[in-house]
T-cell receptor, first 113, second 116 residues
Framework: SQKIEQNSEALNIQEGKTATLTCNYT??????LQWYRQDPGRGPVFLLL?????KEKRKERLKVTFDTTLKQSLFHITASQPADSATYLC????????????FGKGTMLLVSP | DGGITQSPKYLFRKEGQNVTLSCEQN?????MYWYRQDPGQGLRLIYY???????QKGDIAEGYSVSREKKESFPLTVTSAQKNPTAFYLC???????????????FGEGSRLTVL
């Protein structure tokens, strides 16, 4: 079955550095990937959507890439700040079809001052 | 204020009891979703509805039921048949015609259910 996987280990970085989070998918070829941010005890908030023909997308300090050969999306936060500390989720078309999303387990990012 | 309202935020239930979680939206979105989140787990889809009076099972529908009598409302009932109901429940909507695959999901703040 199709899988979407993220590194379960937390990523610890220093303020000002670039954080890079990874999302890998197997057994399918998604037409798009989405990235969300989730703070503890809150609902996820949408950040970016990237389609398979876009390769790279940017929004302020955020950058997402989509490599269909490696079956991987990378999510970058440049000039990271402690306020960027959160769990980041990637998502793509769900097992129930195009109209639903399947989420990875998320990667926690901790940015130290 | 436009958005999605989930209630209650915290709920305690005794074993064997049914409980209903509310999800109301004023975004005028057609599609609504219920996800469950457990510690260390991703969001798992319980049920979804793309139009009033119609809904489909997600990946983990057993022990849950829903209704979609109004566009604004998509309540989730956790029945006594759900063996491990303690979890964080999230309601979401999307307004894109292609469903969740075409654009962003908007999430509520979640309801935390604890079975005593």
């Amino acid at each position: 079955s199709q899988k979407i996987e993220q590194n379960s280990e937390a990523l610890n970085i220093q303020e000002g550095k670039t954080a890079t989070l990874t999302c890998n998918y197997t057994n399918y070829s998604p037409a798009y990937l989405q990235w969300y941010r989730q703070d503890p005890g809150r609902g996820p908030v949408f950040l970016l959507l990237i389609r398979e023909n876009e390769k790279e997308k940017r929004k302020e300090r955020l950058k997402v890439t989509f490599d269909t050969t490696l079956k991987q999306s990378l999510f970058h936060i440049t000039a990271s700040q402690p306020a960027d500390s959160a769990t980041y989720l990637c998502a793509s078309a769900g097992n129930s079809g195009y109209s639903t999303l399947t989420f990875g387990k998320g990667t926690m990012l901790l940015v130290s001052p | 204020d436009g958005g999605i309202t989930q209630s209650p935020k915290y709920l305690f239930r005794k074993e064997g009891q049914n409980v209903t979680l509310s999800c109301e939206q004023n975004l005028n979105h057609d599609a609504m979703y219920w996800y469950r989140q457990d510690p260390g787990q991703g969001l798992r889809l319980i049920y979804y509805s793309q139009i009033v009076n119609d809904f489909q099972k997600g990946d983990i529908a057993e022990g849950y039921s829903v209704s979609r009598e109004k566009k604004e409302s998509f309540p989730l009932t956790v029945t006594s048949a759900q063996k491990n109901p303690t979890a964080f429940y999230l309601c979401a909507t999307t307004g894109t015609s292609g469903g969740a695959g075409d654009g962003e999901l908007f999430f509520g703040e979640g309801s935390r259910l604890t079975v005593l």
